[in-house]
């Protein structure tokens, strides 16, 4: 008896700390979204705020006629990686008005930067032609230098709110025979599902 009464207290114990567990994650929140709502036929994109926005996997929006994609999600930055961010869009700069440079500097600082990006700045083998290997790292330079220009814009050192400090970019497409009307806009990530902003 006293075996099955000391096993019976374990398994509550463990089932608290279980729920307490679960209770602690932070669930996804919205708090804003520009624009709110969009015209029949129509592509745009639509910026997303608010807080544990982390691992975003998609956008849900109610009714037919309307579908969206994440494209890219922000997080907030703290300041020792807007100052790497400012270092290394010097040295870009630096280096892309210096004769004979073509490519970026590597030492992955920069995380922003797509492996697309690092793949197409690679030395190349013997055997390709110079020319377009050139015009091609300087392409990626300045993708790069715009990329990091536009993370930079969006950054905040002190957000109005702690709730709408991370940002998420969707593409949201509105089809013609769309029916006009409001709707519940959500986001879904590893945590869970967001709660409802109205999308008209």
């Known amino acids: 008896m006293r075996r099955f009464v000391w096993w019976f207290m374990l398994g509550l114990v463990g089932g608290r700390v279980a729920s307490v567990a679960v209770h602690a994650q932070a669930r996804p929140y919205l708090g804003y979204s520009y624009p709110a709502g969009g015209q029949q036929g129509t592509t745009f994109r639509l910026r997303l705020g608010g807080q544990n926005l982390d691992d975003l996997t998609g956008v849900l929006i109610t009714g037919t006629g309307v579908r969206a994609r994440v494209v890219e999600y922000l997080r907030r930055l703290n300041a020792?990686?807007?100052q790497l961010l400012n270092e290394e869009l010097r040295g870009l700069k630096k280096q892309g008005s210096g004769a004979g440079a073509t490519a970026p500097p590597t030492g992955g600082r920069v995380a922003s930067a797509p492996p697309a990006a690092r793949a197409a700045t690679a030395s190349t083998s013997p055997t390709s032609t110079p020319?377009?290997?050139?015009?091609?790292?300087?392409?990626?330079?300045r993708d790069l230098v715009a990329r990091i220009q536009e993370r930079l814009r969006e950054y905040v050192p002190i957000p109005a709110s702690e709730a709408i400090a991370s940002l998420a970019i969707a593409e949201v497409v509105i089809a013609p025979d769309a029916a006009p009307g409001r709707r519940e806009l959500r986001v879904v990530t590893a945590r869970g599902v967001s709660n409802p902003l109205v999308f008209c």
């Open 131 to 141: 020319a377009p290997a050139t015009s091609e790292a300087e392409g990626t330079q």
């Open 80 to 82: 020792q990686e807007t």
